[in-house]
């Protein structure tokens, strides 16, 4: 059985900065893929950034620039940076990994910015 916990989030002001992690468990042969998501309330959920393992690491356009991705597939873990934090940048983030082509999920880890 395979675990993602998650740590980090919280409340910040506009402008500030807030660094999220997330450390996978259990039997993980391999990792194809680790990234964050987010979904806003009444939204979807959307891709913030991920590491495709042996790929590149992409993007969300509203991100770049602010976040940073980073993982450690011998650790299997990942973290993102957050900077510049924005009011819309507030949801509850996820983090997701690709294992053995199965998607798994964190709890999910709520950031919220105030202007």
């Known amino acids: 059985q395979v675990q993602l916990e998650e740590s980090g989030g919280g409340l910040v002001q506009a402008g500030g900065s807030l660094r999220l992690s997330c450390a996978a468990s259990?039997?993980?042969?391999?990792?194809?893929?680790m990234g964050w998501y987010r979904q806003a309330p009444g939204k979807q959920r959307e891709l913030v950034a991920v590491?495709?393992?042996?790929?590149?690491?992409y993007y969300a356009d509203s991100v770049k620039g602010r976040f940073t991705i980073s993982g450690d597939n011998a650790g299997n873990t990942v973290a993102l940076q957050m900077n510049s934090l924005k009011p819309e940048d507030t949801a509850v983030y996820y983090c997701?990994?690709?294992?053995?082509?199965?998607?798994?999920w964190g709890q999910g880890t709520q950031v919220t910015v105030l202007s």
């Open positions: 997701n990994m690709e294992i053995g082509n199965i998607a798994r």
């Open positions: 590491i495709i393992v042996g790929g590149g690491t």
């Open positions: 259990g039997s993980i042969f391999s990792i194809d893929a």
